[in-house]
């Protein structure tokens, strides 16, 4: 048996070692976040991602544990597909709990899941792996990372950190475990990447206030802020100015007030009853008494910001003189999006602040001086940079050996890449297939990278199907053609037809068995088709 | 006869003022720049997007000239289509000239088409308006700005610019005719909103050349750089470091190969020929003897970065040791490729150099210190904020009303809407309908936003047709169904044989006139799709 520990990141291409990775020693597995990924803007069509677990699925009887970071979906959306295979507990703080409690009743799997609730600082031991959270700052209340003792050493994982040392909760990272840790020496340390190339120090939270107070202080009209649902400590920040200068503030989106009621719930939101309203009762309110959170800063067309833009509300219309204030960054591949929002809120007469030209967001991940400072804490001998796409590990990797950590003993590795640990060294296995299981409508990973080609020729290039009738070289009565994407349906009957005498010229010139006739009509509509419109649609044609 | 004149920014919602701009007076119309506007990830199967200049099409024969501020894309990319409809002359620089040459033999218009070079600190006088080109600083040689005096004022126009002291190419901005315009006094300025939200003031090229010179002096592999094309003074700075270094220089792509020629030609580009060897001879020389200038910096799959991160490329693969520096910044859309092609970079093996981890590229626009120096340096009465998103235009205005222009002589207008100007004042009028002209295939103006939807949705759902022989409430035969993007094809069987069942249970419900059955089997065809895929395919369905 291998005496060896097994560490593997799930997942595909993109970020690596964010969303699960797998701990396992001799029979025993310990598994850290379970999340999903979101589809890149060529994927399309695909809702989401999970990451491909099917390595586990011969060894699911060995899993005796998935612990959970935190709360965000990149961490916990994966659960409900999970769980359906693996019957171990999940482990987690008491918010990320609650928000995984949702998860599981939505997915009717409540009942059958074991959901174990530990705090930063309880120790739990899971077979021979001893599991010691630790807080951390993050943009989510209640974060840890795990210091895990195995029978090969201690090994300790970040989850998502930041160093805030005031924190919007007063809760600053566990400093004093990191370097108690330090002090037991740690064999290895997995930690978060995804500010590799940030120089400096990641802003506190308080930068945030202070914008906001400001803001408060100074704005006539409405003020309306949009924001992750996720990120509980913004809410609070904005619940506490609309508190301060006099303001009532209603919640509007739905995972926003989902969100907001599990928080306050659970006492991770200081919320008074009597600061908040209804979303359909702020016409009631002149409009420098009225606060609004929102969601939407991703510009995903169906949440609040999306539908503003549009004036597509219920409840709510921008009018001049209203505030809207971005307090997020835009996800690599959502800037377009988000800037064409913004700049449809502008045309609508609102003043709005995003994170270029007004400090009303910072990020929740360490920059290069927090992610130095963490490997001085720590002194792992062995470094695994994860959380971040393969440019952030590699730059993870040239901070640590700034700090003297010699190259060979840091890991960049891809997702789905098992290393090998024990005292003496690191080693880097073969690359397990698979990567990226699709979530698409009603299925998962029955839509593979096939499909999404088929969606892409369809969404360049458009269809074109005809149904041709044929008997002895001539086309009785007219193909039944069915088209579109290519060109204007209101401009195409030209196009229609020199499609039906395309049809007629190569049925006069076969004129031989109906059977063979479809390949060469085929070929000559798509010929005529580029050499009309320059496009390649997907063409099929059925001869009877 | 109206004694005003009128300026019309013509394109679409995007950047306001970048692409084409109209001046009118009287019966005298000049226009200013004709470029391209490039289609957003949600513009599917879109090539290039032009101003509409519909317009101007009853009065063509009162256009007097083309003016053209530089030879990048966004403001010459519209000529070969505006050019069939105008008989004015184009007046550019001489780079500009020899690059818009090229385009007009391209479009088999060259012998057509009037191009009259003119020199910065030329006088035109073209009808009513005198026209005088002032060199400015830009991200392509050969720059200017116009300075239009015209019956009701002077008018200046920056086109694109930054106040570089120490370009590559020694010919810093024209301060002096600013100041000089500023004295005679302008009436109104219309000035490049590009950066609005960035403070301070954007490095000079200088600075790049001292991250090159570091890199060139301590890389020990071969050097791959990737810029715009029409970057002619980064490709200057790259052949210097070669020249220094003693590297070899290849040029790679096909746009980079052919603006390099015409601006060696022209003499803006001065390289040697013995520095120059030819892609394919690169590995007869030792690694670190090599330099290679290539395309593709935006993630475009078919230019070289794009072969290079997939292993593509005919002449060139990466290598362990490789440096590869990515000279220029992915504009908004465009990030979630240019990081996907960095990573698979760094899996080949490649070090790979970008924007936000060396300082290998700068703006070509002034940021706030800049516009603000314009704005005290032209001291115009009206400004007219162009070339830029909404929010940077609104930018713009907050910044010119710190430096005391009142807000009602500042005009933040979207694109075809006019302004009316005289000394007294200046008015906005109704926007024309009308924005965006899509160049799509072989087609221009063919494809509107209805053929987008059409391919948004097969994109999103794919499509579903069947072809269905019925008599007397029975099916006769099999359908013959073709589809494609709902579902892999591979797993399709069973919904291939639940969609049969759905089309003979509609059939035998109905066992009226065929006539009346394709509506009542694509609704059955499309609940059913909706169940088993969660998917909503274009579905059509043809009965005889």
Same mark, same amino acid.
């Given at each position: 048996m291998n005496s060896k520990l097994r560490i593997t990141p799930l997942g595909g291409l993109g970020e690596i070692g964010k969303n699960m990775t797998v701990f396992e020693y001799e029979d025993e597995i310990i598994i850290v976040d379970a999340g999903v990924m979101f589809p890149e803007n060529d994927m399309l069509g695909i809702d989401l991602i999970i990451p491909d677990y099917n390595y586990l699925m011969d060894k699911t009887d060995k899993v005796k544990a998935i612990l959970i970071t935190h709360g965000h979906e990149d961490h916990i959306g994966a659960l409900p597909h999970l769980m359906r295979h693996i019957e171990a507990p999940i482990y987690a703080t008491p918010l990320t709990a609650g928000l995984i409690d949702v998860k599981m009743r939505q997915a009717k799997l409540a009942n059958d899941v074991e959901l174990i609730i530990f705090e930063a600082d309880d120790v739990l031991q899971i077979g021979q792996f001893q599991v010691e959270p630790f807080h951390v700052a993050h943009s989510i209340p209640d974060c840890v990372g795990f210091g895990i003792t195995t029978p090969v050493g201690l090994v300790v994982h970040t989850g998502d950190y930041k160093f805030d040392h005031t924190p919007t909760d007063n809760w600053p990272p566990d400093f004093a475990k990191l370097a108690e840790f330090s002090e037991r020496g740690v064999l290895c340390l997995l930690a978060d990447s995804t500010n590799a190339d940030r120089p400096g120090w990641t802003p506190s939270e308080k930068v945030v206030e202070e914008a906001f107070d400001k803001l408060f202080r100074e704005a006539k009209g409405r003020i309306i802020v949009a924001t992750f649902a996720s990120l509980i400590s913004r809410i609070q920040q904005v619940a506490?100015?609309?508190?301060?200068?006099?303001?009532?503030?209603?919640?509007?989106?739905?995972?926003?007030?989902?969100?907001?009621? %599990?928080?306050?719930?659970?006492?991770?939101?200081?919320?008074?009853?009597?600061?908040?309203?209804?979303?359909?009762?702020?016409?009631?309110?002149?409009?420098?008494?009225?606060?609004?959170?929102?969601? !939407?800063?991703?510009?995903?067309?169906s949440a609040v910001m999306g539908r503003l833009a549009l004036g597509r509300?219920?409840?709510?219309?921008?009018?001049?003189?209203?505030?809207?204030?971005?307090?997020?960054?835009? %996800?690599? !591949?959502?800037?377009?999006?988000?800037?064409?929002?913004?700049?449809?809120?502008?045309?609508?007469?609102?003043?709005?602040?995003?994170?270029?030209?007004?400090?009303?967001?910072?990020?929740?991940?360490?920059?290069?001086?927090?992610?130095?400072?963490?490997?001085?804490?720590?002194?792992?001998?062995?470094?695994?940079?994860?959380? $971040?796409?393969?440019?952030?590990?590699?730059?993870?990797?040239?901070?640590?050996?700034?700090?003297?950590?010699?190259?060979?003993?840091?890991?960049?590795?891809?997702?789905?890449?098992?290393?090998?640990?024990?005292?003496?060294?690191?080693?880097?296995?073969?690359?397990?297939?698979? $990567?990226?299981?699709?979530?698409?409508?009603?299925?998962?990973?029955?839509?593979?990278?096939?499909?999404?080609?088929?969606?892409?020729?369809?969404?360049?290039?458009?269809?074109?199907?005809?149904?041709?009738?044929?008997?002895?070289?001539?086309?009785?009565?007219?193909?039944?053609?069915?088209?579109?994407? %290519?060109?204007?349906?209101?401009?195409?009957?030209?196009?229609?037809?020199?499609?039906?005498?395309?049809?007629?010229?190569?049925?006069?010139?076969?004129?031989?068995?109906?059977?063979?006739?479809?390949?060469?009509?085929?070929?000559?509509?798509?010929?005529?088709?580029?050499?009309?419109?320059?496009?390649?649609?997907?063409?099929?044609?059925?001869?009877?």
């Open positions: 506490d100015m609309a508190q301060r200068y006099g303001r009532k503030l209603a919640i509007t989106g739905r995972s926003m007030r989902d969100n907001t009621k %599990i928080a306050r719930k659970l006492g991770y939101l200081d919320v008074p009853d009597d600061l908040l309203i209804d979303i359909g009762q702020i016409d009631s309110y002149p409009a420098h008494e009225i606060a609004i959170i929102a969601t !939407g800063t991703q510009g995903e067309p509300h219920r409840n709510l219309t921008i009018m001049e003189g209203d505030t809207v204030v971005f307090s997020a960054y835009a %996800i690599p !591949g959502n800037e377009e999006m988000v800037y064409r929002i913004i700049n449809r809120l502008f045309q609508r007469g609102a003043n709005v602040l995003y994170e270029r030209i007004a400090k009303v967001h910072v990020s929740g991940h360490a920059s290069q001086e927090e992610m130095k400072l963490l490997i001085n804490l720590v002194r792992p001998k062995f470094l695994i940079p994860i959380h $971040g796409e393969l440019r952030h590990l590699k730059q993870h990797k040239a901070l640590a050996k700034q700090l003297g950590i010699p190259a060979e003993n840091i890991a960049v590795v891809e997702n789905g890449t098992p290393l090998e640990l024990d005292e003496n060294g690191l080693t880097i296995g073969e690359r397990l297939p698979g $990567g990226y299981v699709f979530i698409d409508g009603a299925g998962v990973g029955e839509v593979g990278w096939s499909v999404v080609r088929d969606r892409d020729k369809l969404a360049q290039n458009g269809f074109f199907v005809a149904y041709v009738n044929a008997h002895n070289g001539n086309v009785i009565g007219q193909p039944d053609i069915v088209t579109r994407g %290519i060109i204007d349906m209101r401009e195409a009957e030209d196009l229609l037809e020199g499609a039906r005498e395309t049809i007629a010229r190569v049925v006069k010139t076969y004129a031989t068995s109906n059977k063979a006739l479809d390949k060469p009509i085929e070929e000559a509509l798509e010929r005529y088709l580029y050499a009309e419109t320059g496009k390649r649609p997907f063409v099929q044609v059925i001869v009877k």
